[in-house]
């Protein structure tokens, strides 16, 4: 079947091969019908080459229809052969000044903040770095896809329109002259006529509804195949689509991933291909199965040649796009013919039908001919203008198919307004023309149908459906805010009267919101559903920016000002007319003065928070009294027709409901009320909202009101508030510098937090860096946190506590941070008023609320209260907010006393009216003296500085009239007084204040006298604490009394003699003290083992099986170690085990409940320490040191390394034979023992008695069992001979981490180690060195024996690894640690220290050797000290030695200088990690010059290991033995084959790892990921790439395209990276969400914050913000160090215990 097939594919190729394009083109060139002929060439070919099976064949399709089907279309269209054809048109063509470049999704855009007209203007990353603005402010984003580049358009530039490659093109030529001048006459002709066709047909295909006939391209022979094709839709999951498929087409999962993925992609795929039967059969299982809860998935079944038709239509259409790139000459013909009136009138061009029949398209044809549009009637000026008129004709339609349409807003045509409602001059010409801003809002209208009976909004409760229809209304919003966005610089009588016209249209939808969602205070029961509330606010925040930019657009013309206002007060009349409607006005009055109003009382009528109308009106009264137009046409305004409390009414409403809010009246009404005052305040909505209310009652106050706290803070607000330009005479700045500094009072606050917490206006600015270096200092930055901006002090007498902005929590944070700031800096505690700068005439008359009767009335009842103090009902926040008044009302006097002119009279007299008592019936004091009388009040202790303060402002203002008046006496007298009376407050402080201090100083002497008197008594009970004191100091750090002057040394017979301190600890869990003793109960430390690849050098290496391999010989590549690191936590054995237990069971109990992961996982063993909770997965046992329990008496003279070296191979003989004959006969032992020669005093059947007691014993094998599991992957078997090796290599491995971390901090190797990683290692090396004991004895002997074997041949042990393929600190710690196994049958009187010296010197040289091979010493000229010292003659002549034994392979070296050099940098690591290892194996204390970096560092190691200084001496000393071992390394096969060339070798000393470079600029790497496409599907651009920091792989990440299977289960591609990387451990960038991702396993994972920081020293995950980003090199080594600590494990479980959502995440499909 297979090789049929293969023979058609051959037998078409050939028939179409021999097809010559030059031949049908010239058959065109002379045809009278060219449709028709290309209509048949068309319908005879296309079938043949496109979708000829079930699966495309991309590149196949792609050449034959270059060949066939495109190929003489360009012919014809040249004249002669394209390859010359298309080259002519380009060089003849003009360059466009436009880039035009489109983006890609995720590609980085640039927005310049200073000169870009609005924030869609955007430039693509080579074009940004070649302008201007790239010194700018400018803001970084990346893209969604579809937008496209804008250099070169002068409307979307202030300044800097061009980069310097798109200003070359710029030349002199007339805008305007026709392209098509540039192009011969006949091609012109040419062009017309194939474009027509092509265009034609592509459109023609892709909007035929038929699914098995043609238009006008019926074949001959019929072929009878159809596909059954899918298509995409945004309602239905990854999940449903792929178990779908699988039933459907019984394919595999991951075929059907496979599927799920292009239909994602592409909009639409073919699931099966066969006759119709067969094909509509999997089309109903798709339908049945997935109707259930929505509707189902669309499916088709077509024929065959219709999709044939359409692929090859879509490559037409891409295939005009590329070849109008030639010549703007081809573009603009195309432009022609795409917009070309068909026959049928009214939207019949090509263009208008694709563009109405665009919801019904796939994904794929739709991006196909967006970008068509955009790279030509975007591109071409005349063009963008007429296709911009036919898309406003249209936009009513293609809104409401948007709106039905089940694909985003990217991937609609209307998404095309973006770049064609942003081009000022064409909404301009939109709007007069076209009355666009009336089509936006009535189609937004006609979309929100429900309305109530008075005909506003109502969004009752809200489907799923209604609710998808609401966002996608909004983005009409959004289209509107673009028209508005650019504000015109002169008005034409018709964009005035198209304006008021859209602004007609606007008010009528405000007046839909003018009162909607009205509430009714709940009395008696709580309500019983949450009202739907989200609606109506997300519908404000929306046309928040859109109602601040009709005003900016009224403000701009006088004219339209006053005619705006007129219409707005005329809906306002409309809106009012239903609410007086039998409401009876009554009177109230007041100390004389009455005032009729309605009856209203909010706790019982509806009220609501929407009143937009009212908030319009306001803001355009505003704009009124800053242009002044108030008083050039006075008679123009209809000021009279509303009655004052008519307009205040609905704002007051407003702000009475929420000061009953706060008093607790509306509980029973639920969330939804207390959400919907949280947003009415909110930053994003309160411009529109909050504000205007405010304003709005400024124009006139009358007023009652029974929440007396919440109308003074009314009252407070009205007259307060003048930072509005308009109201008061401040700009702009001044608003937003008191905007800052109030926000800078509750706190320091970062830049991203101010931004926030500001109004943005339409370019998304707030205009905060102007202002803010004036009012506020900024810190860096350190390692973690973020930059904070702090207030200046000079700022703070600007602070007002009643600040309208404020939220209850944010007012009593301020006051209680100002008054904390003042009390530090001693200053008195009061909070004033600041003063404020002077209203505008229109609204001057406010400041007299202050002194009018009826305020002066309030202010004294309630002072009256106070002074009582008794029952009524007064509270101190309303005496605060009294005072608060009065503080304001004396600085406005002040201040118009200061700013008196001659002629004018102050007509402010508060302080005259404060001064006066009140009448004669009730004779109140005047208000002046109830503040003196209040200064003193005992149960006012807080309000006394704010009293003072009044007082004294009060005698200044005294003072300021009498100045200007003419009589000084009467002022002095009251100076006087007051001086004296502060005179004497001072004197008496300063006099209580030193009694205090002799009181205290009294108690401290009573004090200390009192504990020595104790002290006597008990002499002999502290004499005894102290000694305890200092033995347990001792017991826990090892500094125990040393001889200091004597040499240390670490090893071998000359060893140091330590007299070991007691060690008593204490358990975590059960508070118990003691000793670590040999036979006493174990206590141990919580650790966790991981395998690492920190220090690896080959992170390629595939991990042999783990049930056969072999671990016994580290290779130098370190390509997985396995870690040890403990939180340093000690407990008793037995209680550890209870807790784990305790832990098990708990985790069985839970997972039956609910299904989630903890952050550690029981099932292998995890757990959390009891007391830091940090990560753990096994303990290790505490020992007493264990080489001074199996060191016998020394008594034999000391051998030399020979004479050791014969008796070890005559000892590893003996037993090697024993062995064998074990295995061949089990006859007694004793004849055999006497055959042979043992070496004298070795017994063979001596059995050492283990030492340790039985619970030692059992955590020896726990920990030995559990480093076994980790480290190989296995099931935990502790008979496994290779539990040891294990043992030992995670030792070796985790002194070599340490070592490295700090040699790479540049730290002295001790002395410099936290507490918890002394404990560790020393707890690891005396494990290790004591494991032996509970393992088979025989396999330790038999790991010892190969072990040697590497190192000393002898004829058992073939096959080893060579000399350059074994770690030698690896190596060395398993010699030390195997050892004593054979040791302890050795009665001959070698002392074990013996043994340990003569293995590291034999290992050193081997060392020595290993780095002389593969030194790769350049003679360069180095400054060479030519000392000929004796080490440098010594090296040289061992390495003669060595050109030797390896038959001259290596090559000369003539320096002894550079060989020294280079042995001596090479074997430091290795001696550091020696002198550690010893160091924690014996207890020697380390020479103090180690513990310090200084010179000589390598001699004082030397000596502590009790090597010479010049290492070759080794050489020289065993030289007999020695030669012989050389020659026998050398002569190994490896290491030939490396000196030929043929292989690699590490080479000494060892890089460290450190993570890779990451650039300086982020964007870099987000240019970098645009450029990154998914490996798996076919040059698709990947949705989240992520880079690993380790090595430094792009990854596609969160997708189904790149899961793979690790250990049964599907993973995404970093899960799968760390197992190749980090064995389990990975460090991630998420580039388009800057953000660091940490994974480790499948279950575990957390994010961290980005090393990238902006200006302003905060990192911005998820690139919001948009700021530039650079690397902050601290963090990014903080990272790294995490990294190298192994740390990272940790590091995410801390993260996922703080946060339980972290645990919820499926961290696997990253």
């Not at 004396?890 to 001064?915: A, M, R």
């Not at 305790?1142 to 996982?1161: F, I, M, P």
């Not at 000596?1503 to 020289?1516: E, G, K, R, V």
Request: with cysteine; charged share 25%.
């Amino acid at each position: 079947m297979a090789a049929d097939l293969e023979a058609e594919v051959q037998a078409i190729d050939k028939s179409l091969l021999e097809c010559s394009a030059e031949e049908i083109a010239v058959k065109w060139l002379q045809a009278n019908d060219l449709q028709k002929e290309v209509y048949q060439h068309l319908a005879y070919y296309v079938p043949k080459i496109y979708c000829r099976g079930p699966n495309p064949a991309p590149q196949r399709e792609d050449m034959l229809a270059q060949h066939v089907l495109l190929g003489p279309m360009e012919w014809y269209l040249c004249g002669e052969d394209p390859a010359f054809g298309f080259p002519k048109l380009e060089q003849a063509n003009k360059p466009s000044h436009l880039c035009g470049r489109v983006f890609k999704v995720g590609e980085p855009t640039y927005s310049c903040r200073d000169c870009a007209v609005d924030p869609t203007c955007v430039l693509c990353m080579e074009c940004f770095l070649g302008s201007i603005h790239r010194e700018h402010r400018y803001r970084m984003t990346t893209s969604g896809g579809g937008g496209f580049c804008d250099c070169g358009d002068t409307e979307a530039w202030k300044e800097g329109p061009y980069c310097q490659k798109h200003e070359l093109n710029t030349s002199e030529t007339a805008e305007e002259e026709d392209p098509l001048v540039h192009l011969p006459e006949d091609m012109v002709a040419r062009a017309y006529n194939i474009f027509a066709i092509a265009f034609k047909y592509a459109v023609d295909i892709l909007t035929w509804e038929k699914e098995n006939e043609l238009p006008g391209l019926e074949m001959i022979e019929k072929s009878d195949t159809y596909y059954c094709m899918l298509f995409n839709d945004e309602v239905h999951t990854y999940e449903q689509v792929i178990y779908t498929l699988q039933k459907a087409v019984n394919c595999t999962q991951k075929e059907a991933i496979g599927f799920a993925t292009t239909v994602d992609r592409d909009g639409r795929r073919s699931v099966r291909y066969g006759d119709f039967q067969y094909c509509d059969q999997a089309k109903s299982v798709i339908v049945r199965n997935t109707s259930r809860q929505t509707k189902p998935l669309k499916v088709q079944v077509m024929h065959s040649s219709i999709v044939a038709h359409q692929s090859f239509g879509l490559k037409l259409l891409t295939w005009l796009g590329s070849v109008i790139g030639y010549s703007d000459g081809l573009r603009r013909i195309l432009c022609q013919v795409g917009l070309q009136e068909g026959p049928d009138g009214e939207n019949s061009s090509l263009v208008d039908k694709l563009m109405l029949y665009d919801s019904k398209l796939w994904k794929g044809a739709r991006n196909v001919y967006h970008q068509l549009f955009m790279s030509s009637l975007l591109m071409d000026l005349k063009y963008k203008k007429l296709f911009a008129i036919r898309f406003a004709r249209n936009y009513e339609r293609l809104q409401s198919d948007f709106m039905k349409d089940d694909h985003d807003r990217e991937f609609s045509i209307a998404d095309l307004s973006i770049q064609i409602f942003t081009v000022p001059s064409l909404a301009r010409m939109l709007i007069t023309e076209e009355n666009l801003m009336t089509t936006i809002i009535k189609t937004f209208m006609d979309h929100l149908r429900h309305r109530d009976i008075q005909g506003r909004f109502q969004f009752e409760r809200y489907t799923a459906l209604q609710a998808f229809k609401f966002r996608r209304v909004q983005s009409l919003i959004l289209d509107l805010k673009y028209v508005l966005i650019s504000k015109p610089t002169e008005w034409s009588d018709d964009l005035r009267r198209k304006f008021l016209e859209g602004f007609d249209a606007f008010l009528e939808l405000l007046k839909c919101m003018q009162g909607m969602d009205p509430i009714t205070r709940q009395v008696g029961q709580h309500i019983e559903m949450e009202p739907e509330w989200e609606a109506a606010f997300t519908l404000q925040m929306k046309l928040t920016l859109v109602i601040s930019m009709m005003q900016d657009w009224c403000a701009l013309d006088e004219k339209v000002l006053i005619e705006a206002y007129k219409k707005c007060l005329t809906v306002l009349m409309q809106c009012h007319s239903g609410f007086t409607d039998g409401e009876q006005p009554i009177v109230l009055s007041m100390c004389g003065h009455s005032v009729e109003t309605i009856r209203y009382c909010v706790s019982q009528e509806k009220v609501s928070i929407h009143l937009p109308v009212s908030r319009l009106l306001a803001g355009l009264h505003v704009l009124l009294s800053k242009t002044e137009v108030a008083y050039k046409f006075p008679e123009l305004l209809p000021l009279s027709e509303l009655s004052p409390p008519m307009l205040i009414e609905h704002p007051l409403r407003c702000l009475v409901l929420c000061a009953q809010v706060h008093a607790g009246m509306w509980r029973r009404n639920g969330f939804s009320l207390v959400n919907q005052i949280y947003y009415y305040h909110n930053v994003k909505c309160r411009r529109e909202m909050f504000d205007k209310d405010i304003v709005m009652l400024q124009d006139v106050v009358q007023q009652n009101n029974t929440l007396i706290e919440e109308m003074l803070y009314l009252i407070i607000m009205i007259v307060g508030e003048r930072f509005s330009p308009g109201i008061g005479q401040v700009n702009a700045t001044d608003e937003i510098k008191r905007e800052i500094i109030h926000q800078l009072s509750i706190r320091p606050m970062a830049h991203s937090e101010l931004v926030k917490a500001l109004p943005e206006d339409e370019n998304r600015e707030t205009g905060m860096e102007s202002v803010i270096e004036e009012v506020a200092c900024f810190k860096k930055p350190g390692l973690t946190g973020r930059g904070l901006y702090e207030l200046k002090p000079e700022c703070a007498k600007n602070f007002n506590l009643y600040f309208y902005h404020f939220s209850r929590a944010e007012q009593s944070k301020a006051e209680e941070a100002q008054r904390k700031l003042r009390r530090q800096n001693r200053e008195d505690t009061a909070l004033p008023p600041p003063a404020l700068p002077p209203f505008c005439p229109l609204f001057a008359s406010l400041v007299n609320i202050l002194q009018s009767d009826v305020m002066l009335c309030i202010m004294g009842t309630i002072l009256q209260w106070a002074v009582e103090h008794n029952g009524y009902a007064w509270s101190e926040s309303m005496l605060q907010r009294v005072l608060h008044l009065i503080g304001m009302a004396l600085q406005e006097e002040k201040q118009h006393l200061e700013n008196l002119s001659e002629e004018n009279v102050v007509t402010f007299t508060f302080t005259q009216k404060i001064s006066k008592p009140g009448e004669a019936p009730n004779n109140t004091p005047s208000i002046l003296a109830m503040l003196e009388t209040l200064q003193n009040a005992p149960h006012l202790e807080v309000h006394k500085d704010m009293i003072r303060w009044i007082l004294k402002t009060f005698n200044a203002i005294k003072k300021l009239r009498e100045s200007s008046s003419s009589s000084p006496v009467a002022e002095t007298e009251g100076n006087i007084m007051e001086e004296s009376s502060r005179d004497k407050d001072k004197a008496e402080r300063k006099r209580k204040a030193e009694i205090a201090r002799l009181r205290r100083e009294k108690i401290m002497a009573q004090m200390s006298e009192m504990q020595r008197h104790f002290i006597n008594e008990n002499k002999e009970l502290f004499q005894q604490t102290l000694e305890e004191l200092d033995t347990s100091a001792s017991g826990v750090h090892e500094n125990s009394p040393v001889i200091s002057d004597a040499k240390l040394t670490a090893l071998g017979p000359e060893q140091t003699r330590v007299a070991e301190p007691r060690q008593v600890v204490m358990c975590i869990l059960c508070q118990e003290e003691q000793e670590v003793k040999v036979d006493s109960r174990a206590m141990v430390l919580a650790a966790f083992i991981q395998r690492s690849t920190v220090l690896s050098k080959n992170r390629n290496k595939i991990t042999p099986d783990p049930e056969k391999y072999d671990p016994l010989f580290m290779h130098p590549d370190l390509s997985c170690g396995t870690h040890t690191g403990s939180c340093g936590h000690i407990m008793h054995a037995h209680c550890w085990q209870r807790y784990f237990d305790a832990v098990q069971a708990k985790e069985q109990r839970r997972q039956q409940r609910l299904r989630v992961h903890t952050s550690y996982d029981v099932e292998n063993g995890e757990f959390l320490c009891p007391l830091c909770e940090c990560l753990s997965n096994t303990v290790i046992p505490l020992l007493p040191p264990p080489r001074v329990l199996f060191n016998r008496l020394d008594f034999s003279g000391q051998s030399n390394l020979t004479q050791w070296i014969k008796t070890v191979s005559q000892q590893v003989k003996a037993l090697q034979l024993l062995r064998n004959e074990d295995c061949a006969s089990h006859s007694g032992h004793s004849e055999k023992m006497d055959q042979l020669q043992l070496p004298e005093g070795f017994r063979p059947d001596f059995k050492l008695k283990n030492p340790y007691s039985e619970s030692i014993k059992e955590m020896l094998t726990t920990f030995g069992t559990a480093t076994y599991k980790v480290g190989l992957k296995v099931h935990p078997n502790e008979e496994d001979p290779r539990v040891p090796i294990m043992c030992w290599g995670s030792c070796a491995y985790t002194i070599q981490t340490i070592e490295r971390i700090l040699a790479d901090e540049d730290k002295p190797l001790f002395g410099h180690l936290p507490c918890r990683q002394d404990d560790c290692l020393t707890s690891l090396t005396r494990f290790a060195a004591a494991h032996w004991t509970v393992s088979s004895l025989s396999a330790v002997q038999g790991h010892f024996c190969t072990l040697l074997a590497s190192l000393v041949p002898n004829e058992k042990n073939g096959n080893l690894p060579c000399i350059l393929d074994i770690d030698m600190f690896h190596l060395l710690v398993s010699l030390v640690l195997s050892f004593p196994a054979i040791h302890c049958q050795d009665f001959s009187g070698v002392s074990l220290g013996t043994g340990d010296l003569h293995l590291f010197h034999l290992v050193t040289m081997a060392h020595i050797i290993q780095i002389l091979l593969t030194s790769s010493t350049e003679e360069n000229g180095m400054d060479q000290e030519n000392t000929n010292s004796e080490e440098e003659v010594a090296v040289l002549t061992l390495y003669k030695f060595l050109c030797q034994c390896t038959g001259s392979a290596l090559k000369e070296i003539s320096s002894g200088w550079h060989l020294w050099r280079n042995l001596k940098a090479g074997i430091m690591p290795f001696l550091r990690c020696s002198a550690l290892f010893f160091h924690y194996l014996n207890g020697v204390p380390a020479p103090s010059e180690i513990q310090v970096n200084g010179a000589n560092q390598f001699e004082h190691l030397c000596s502590y290991l009790s090597l010479p200084n010049n290492l070759t001496c080794l050489f020289q000393e065993n030289s007999e033995i020695l030669n012989t071992l050389i020659e026998s390394w050398c002569s190994n096969n490896e290491v030939k084959r490396y000196l030929e060339g043929k292989r690699h070798a590490i080479s000494y000393a060892r890089e460290s790892n450190k993570l890779i470079d990451l650039p300086d600029d982020y964007s870099c790497l987000i240019n970098q990921a645009s450029n990154f496409s998914c490996p798996k599907s076919g040059g698709d651009k990947s949705r989240a790439p992520t880079l690993c920091l380790v090595c430094g792989t792009m990854l596609c990440s969160q997708s189904y395209c790149c899961q793979t299977e690790l250990e049964g289960e599907d993973v995404g591609a970093c899960t799968a990276h760390t197992y190749t990387c980090g064995s389990g451990v990975g460090i991630f960038l998420r580039v388009r969400e800057c953000q660091v991702l940490f994974l480790a396993g499948k279950t575990k994972g957390c994010f961290y914050p980005p090393p990238y920081l902006d200006d302003y020293g905060e990192t911005d995950q998820g690139l919001r913000r948009g700021n530039p980003l650079h690397l902050c090199k601290e963090r990014f080594k903080k990272i790294q160090k995490l990294w190298q600590q192994h740390s990272i494990t940790e590091e995410i479980g801390h993260a996922q215990e703080a946060n339980q959502t972290l645990v919820g995440i499926d961290w696997q499909h990253l």
